[in-house]
Structure formats: C-alpha cells, structure tokens
C-alpha cells in the first residue's frame, strides 16, 4: 500500500464544494485511490474509488492527477450531514486507513 | 443485500473473560478483513482473508488475538484473556475479490468495554 497524506482538519461552508486533497506519491501502477468516510463511530462508509480516470457517483467526484501522485475528492454541494473524517486510501490488497481529514460543514 | 452483519453490537465484559466477536460478511464476498478502532490508534487493520484463509495477521497484537473464518459466511474474533487496554469499536469489512478495484464494506462494529 502506497503512504497517503492528508490534512488534519478542513472547513467548508454549506453549499459550497468541499475539496479535499490526499497526497500519494509513492503509489504503484496497480493501486487504487479509495475515499471512505466515517461519521462518529460508525463503520467507514465507502464513496468512490479510481485508478487514473476521474470518476463521479452520486455522493462525490474524484480527481486523479495525471501522473497519479495526488487526488481530490469532490463534494459538490456540502451539507451538515457531510461533517465526518474523510480518509483517502491506495491500495490493492490490503486497506490501510491514516489519520484522515476531519471536515467540519460550517452553517 | 444486508450489508454486513456484526454480533453483538455492544458487550461489556471484565477483565480476564473470554470475548467472541462475530461477522457475518455480505454474500458472495470473499474477503473479509478485522479492524479495530481506538482514539488514541485510529482504525488499525488486525487481519485479513481470502476464500476463508488468513492472508496477513501481523496486525494482531498479541496471541490473546485469534481469528477464525469456518466458512464464506462467517468469521469471529476471540480475545483470550480480555484486558482493559483492548476496549475499543471492532470492525468487520467484505469485499468481493475479483481484482484490485472492488471496495471495502464496512459493518456498524462491536464496541466492547473490558472493565
């Protein structure tokens, strides 16, 4: 599994398109890029996953740079209920979650 | 489809007790991976299996750990002895193993309490 990077904590207002970025420069060819979210203690919940096209469901939009080093996931319409740690994972085989991205949606 | 299905949800038990966690993996997956969750570690990764084999358990602790997969639709988690430090959320996870793309899915955990 490749190391990811993420920031510890981000803001974002209602409404607005919440951004996060995940750093992951060391990842293989064979790797995906996975976002899963956890809100309190809940099991994670999955959102998205790519390996080198940008992809969009209907919870988010993930964008994966061209030489696959970073990634953005992209939530286009944040609301309260996407507060929660947003964690960005590279992996094959086995997932290993980081610390994650704490996002606060501000009213 | 259920998702997958964690028994019991909570259990408080004391130190020294024998403790059995289990999982119930969504049908037709053939992975299931243990995870347990503190605030002071994050979501640590304790084991992982394919086709009811365990492929890496160096995420283990200690050898009061065990983990067991009988068949495709069932795995526990045994913790013998049980110690205060062990409390934590336990989580079970499936995905269906047919290459490198298919996701993780999580069930709501076991959050047990060593008193």
């Known amino acids: 599994d490749a190391k990811t990077t993420q920031p510890p904590s981000m803001d974002c207002a209602e409404g607005r398109a919440a951004n996060l970025p995940c750093n992951h420069s060391?990842?293989?060819?064979?790797?995906?890029v996975y976002w899963y979210r956890q809100i309190h203690s809940q099991g994670p919940q999955y959102i998205i996953h790519?390996?080198?096209n940008n992809e969009t469901n209907e919870m988010a939009s993930l964008i994966i740079t061209e030489d696959r080093k970073s990634s953005t996931l992209i939530l286009p319409h944040a609301t309260l209920r996407d507060t929660a740690v947003y964690y960005c994972i590279a992996t094959g085989n086995q997932f290993y979650f980081g610390t994650g991205t704490s996002l606060t949606v501000i009213p | 489809d259920a998702g997958v299905i964690q028994s019991p949800r909570h259990e408080v038990t004391e130190m020294g007790q024998e403790v059995t966690l289990r999982c119930k993996p969504i049908?037709?997956?053939?992975?299931l991976f243990w995870y347990r969750q503190t605030m002071m570690r994050g979501l640590e990764l304790l084991i992982y299996?394919?086709?009811?084999?365990?492929?890496?358990d160096s995420g283990m602790p200690e050898d009061r750990f065990s983990a067991k997969m009988p068949n495709a639709s069932f795995s526990t988690l045994k913790i013998q002895p049980s110690e205060p430090r062990d409390s934590a959320v336990y989580f079970c996870?499936?995905?269906?193993?047919?290459?490198?793309?298919?996701?993780?899915?999580f069930g709501n955990g076991t959050r047990l309490t060593v008193t």
């Open positions: 996870a499936s995905r269906e193993k047919t290459g490198y793309y298919s996701p993780l899915h």
């Open positions: 299996f394919n086709n009811n084999v365990p492929i890496d």
């Open positions: 049908s037709g997956h053939n992975s």
């Open positions: 790519g390996l080198k």
């Open positions: 060391t990842i293989s060819g064979n790797e995906y």
